[in-house]
């Protein structure tokens, strides 16, 4: 079983930045691929983010192209989404997701979620 807790959420004017946090506890969280997925109101869960339980590879999908970054720390159990020169558009409650294999609809584990507004 893995525990993930959000962190770093809140309030930002468009053009700026924050940075999510996600602590993970339980089984070895180097075992899994870690991912970011966010739901604005009103509209379907997307994936915004993925990075393989080795660091190397990631994914983003192209409205965060250049403007997110994500990393892991496995020596602190830990996940982050870097956002910059964050839009309106990418208000949402931003879900951090852990698993084996991480897909738009496919994870193992699954954090309460944090909220992200963006103001113009």
């Known amino acids: 079983q893995v525990q993930l807790v959000e962190s770093g959420g809140g309030l930002v004017q468009a053009g700026g930045s924050l940075r999510l946090s996600c602590a993970a506890s339980?089984?070895?969280?180097?075992?899994?691929?870690t991912g970011w997925f966010r739901q604005a109101p009103g509209k379907e869960r997307e994936l915004v983010a993925t990075?393989?339980?080795?660091?190397?590879?990631?994914y983003y999908v192209d409205s965060v192209k250049g403007r997110f970054t994500i990393s892991r720390d496995n020596a602190k159990n830990t996940v982050y989404l870097q956002m910059n020169s964050l839009k309106p558009e990418d208000t949402a409650d931003y879900y951090c997701?852990?698993?084996?294999?991480?897909?738009?609809?496919?994870?193992?584990?699954w954090g309460q979620g944090i909220q992200v507004i963006v103001s113009s």
């Open positions: 997701a852990a698993g084996v294999v991480i897909t738009a609809t496919q994870h193992d584990y």
């Open positions: 339980g089984r070895t969280f180097s075992m899994y691929d």
């Open positions: 990075i393989s339980r080795s660091g190397v590879t990631t």
